[in-house]
């Protein structure tokens, strides 16, 4: 891990990002209890909650570094609480599609998105769990060893199951952009955007779009951390796992900006609950044509 007992945390930095981590908690809580009725946000919410737990743990075990109930605590916090990000993730994309009535982009049909990447999920998260009690009970050698490995692969599988995910992604925001591409700047019309009934300002699907795509790749990023982490096998012996720096820059920071684009792109303002109670439009940017995603000009309501 990026930590362990047998030397002293550095405060600071455990301080910065629990501060960082308050912040994200108090405004994604708040946002929810704005928004009670969107409940698939609380992987989102209920993982950064779990992330503050586990960065106020790390700062507390600065000053008992040798506290074995401690360091299990901030390491099964932080270690497992992305897998609740992931799991978000796969709920978003496919609401995200429905609101734009483009859930035909999706490589795989939209109700088995959830199901597979959902499950695979789920299996990685009580793999990683069962792993990590196994490496951190330092006392046994051999099962640190072997909880390492399950670790390793259950990681190696999540990176390859959210890979095939991150695909789906590209190739849905590639079809998105072939079929309704943005207008130059000297257009008389503004780019593509979805529109609904609601009061409110339009909002461009590119800037939604552009938050998944970075939170994705910076899921990647900490997972591929986490990989070559575990890989480097003992916890004493790991270049990467007893350097810091590495955890705070591709783990902690990586999922900061996963996070943090979140707080003002809200999802819930971008993924209606379902189609049929908010009916949402593209404008399709061809100048000879007065369609607005299949439907006429003439019968739109102006």
């Not at 362990?4 to 301080?15: K, Q």
């Not at 908690?25 to 946002?31: A, G, H, I, Q, V």
């Not at 692969?153 to 995910?165: D, E, G, N, P, R």
Request: glycine share 6%; hydrophobic share 45%.
């Amino acid at each position: 891990m990026a930590s362990n007992p047998d030397h002293t945390l550095y405060l600071p930095a455990a301080i910065i990002f629990t501060v960082i981590y308050v912040v994200l908690s108090l405004l994604f809580n708040y946002r929810m209890w704005r928004n009670r009725e969107a409940k698939w946000l609380y992987f989102l919410v209920w993982g950064t909650n779990i992330m503050l737990g586990g960065f106020i743990v790390r700062a507390v075990t600065h000053f008992q570094p040798y506290s074995l109930g401690l360091f299990i605590v901030q390491t099964l916090l932080i270690l497992l609480a992305p897998t609740l990000f992931l799991a978000e993730m796969y709920i978003i994309v496919p609401k995200f599609a429905d609101t734009l009535n483009a859930s035909e982009f999706l490589l795989i049909p939209r109700k088995y998105v959830i199901r597979i990447f959902f499950g695979s999920d789920i299996f990685s998260y009580g793999i990683q769990g069962v792993g990590g009690g196994f490496v951190i009970n330092t006392t046994t050698p051999g099962l640190a060893t072997a909880g390492r490995i399950i670790v390793l692969v259950s990681m190696v599988f999540q990176l390859v199951s959210y890979a095939i995910f991150m695909a789906l992604i590209v190739d849905f925001g590639i079809k998105m952009h072939s079929r309704y591409p943005e207008r130059r700047a000297s257009d008389s019309s503004s780019s593509t955007r979805f529109t609904s009934n609601d009061p409110g300002p339009k909002r461009e699907w590119k800037r939604f779009y552009a938050v998944i795509v970075c939170a994705s790749v910076a899921l990647i990023i900490r997972t591929i951390y986490r990989i070559v982490e575990y890989a480097e096998g003992s916890q004493t012996e790991g270049y990467v796992a007893q350097h810091e720096v590495f955890f705070y820059c591709f783990d902690a920071t990586a999922l900061v900006i996963a996070l943090a684009p979140m707080t003002i792109f809200w999802p819930a303002d971008y993924c209606t609950p379902s189609t049929s109670s908010v009916e949402m439009d593209l404008e399709m940017n061809n100048p000879s044509d007065n369609t607005v995603y299949g439907r006429q000009e003439e019968d739109i309501p102006k």
